[in-house]
């Protein structure tokens, strides 16, 4: 089998897919494909491409990322759109977010001759956007189809300092807060006629600004309360604030969910006698970690293994981090990893990786398809 990912990668850097535009990568990314099955679930400005093939009876093994990229912003020295090929390093936007990944198990899974089971690929448009279009609808479509994959692995950057230092077992969800405390306002010098937010305030602050709301596990940080915005008054000394705003932020692990949170904040409210508050909290995205799944140990001992064999390293096992598609695989139950090159610029202007680290992913992925 030959090595193909960084030729795969080059070419891929050359489409300007900007979240959601395709440009047509699809049908590139489809020509190593003949004889594989393949369906487009597109929606609204989404496109989404599924490719399968089914080699056995065994289980479905599904390889996920996105095409789409950020826009490449200001502070390039070259070209984001060309790929640029610089003491072993390869410049352009996507080459580690995540076009690497793609052109990685691109390469790996186009010659496979055999495999006891299904390999998919799940590609969408739509990751660095809203989300709502992609990975998640392509899931609902297939859970229609009963065509869900079993174990999937994701190919986003995960590694922080050394190719193969760490392999993404689940990530912490987030939820929103918005509190406005209720008063009425008045004359500064007249403060028994008001009912002033502002002066029962610091009690509550100091019980949750911060705060730890459980002690973590071996997979996660402790989910922390974390205040992102305080406002009130009218910035003046002579009339006291009629409400006060305060907004925070909870990145959870499994061991806190929305309605801890919401206790948490209401004792607190209540021993700091304030009664009159409006409170809304928004879970943005579920924490999940795979660890009790059918597959999960297979799954994350197989990838470590190829990767020690590989890079000589043994990859530690991290929650930590912002959202990706992993969290939808985790809703619908499929036990998922996330394995890919060192994350240290993604997003930024400059975006690089090394040839190396394609070439070893993709050696990674093979070693993977022969022993999962
Ligand atoms: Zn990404």
């Not at 190593?32 to 093939?53: M, S, V």
């Not at 912490?172 to 502002?198: M, Q, V, W």
């Not at 409400?243 to 806190?256: A, G, H, I």
Request: negative net charge; contains cysteine.
């Amino acid at each position: 089998m030959e090595l193909q990912s960084v030729d795969i990668l080059k070419k891929l850097i050359t489409y300007k897919t900007i979240t959601p535009k395709e440009e047509n990568i699809y049908q590139y990314i489809y020509s190593f494909f003949d004889g594989w099955e393949k369906i487009h679930f597109d929606r609204n400005e989404t496109k989404n491409l599924f490719i399968y093939k089914k080699f056995g009876e065994g289980e479905h093994l599904c390889f996920a990322g996105h095409i789409d990229v950020v826009p490449p912003g200001d502070g390039w020295e070259t070209d984001p759109f060309e790929p640029i090929e610089k003491d072993g390093k390869l410049f352009g936007r996507g080459t580690q977010d995540m076009k690497g990944g793609v052109a990685a198990f691109v390469s790996a899974c186009k010659d496979l001759k055999e495999f006891n089971g299904t390999v998919s690929l799940l590609l969408t448009s739509d990751e660095e956007g809203d989300a709502y279009d992609g990975t998640i609808f392509v899931l609902e479509e297939l859970k229609k189809m009963k065509m869900l994959p079993d174990m999937c692995v994701i190919a986003e950057p995960t590694c922080e300092e050394k190719f193969g230092d760490a392999i993404k077992v689940g990530r912490r969800g987030s939820i929103n807060g918005y509190l406005t405390i209720e008063g009425f306002s008045g004359h500064a010098a007249y403060p028994e006629k008001c009912d002033n937010p502002l002066h029962n305030f610091g009690d509550f602050l100091a019980s949750v600004a911060g705060l730890d709301l459980d002690n973590g596990d071996d997979f996660f940080a402790p989910s922390k309360l974390v205040v992102t915005d305080l406002r009130s008054g009218y910035e003046v000394t002579n009339l006291t604030p009629g409400s006060l705003k305060m907004m925070f932020n909870v990145r959870n692990s499994t061991n806190t969910t929305k309605e801890d949170l919401e206790k948490f904040v209401k004792t607190n409210l209540e021993k700091s006698n304030i009664s009159k508050y409006q409170l809304e909290l928004k879970q943005g995205s579920f924490p999940f970690v795979t660890k009790e799944g059918k597959y999960s140990k297979r799954l994350v001992e197989t990838i470590s293994k190829s990767i020690e064999e590989i890079s000589g390293i043994t990859p530690k096992r991290s929650t930590a981090g912002g959202t990706s598609d992993a969290r939808f695989m985790g809703q619908f139950g499929i036990d998922v990893i996330e394995f890919g090159v060192i994350n240290d610029t993604i997003h930024s202007p400059n975006e690089r990786t090394t040839i190396k680290e394609i070439e070893d992913l993709e050696k990674v992925f093979i070693n993977f398809l022969t022993n999962i």
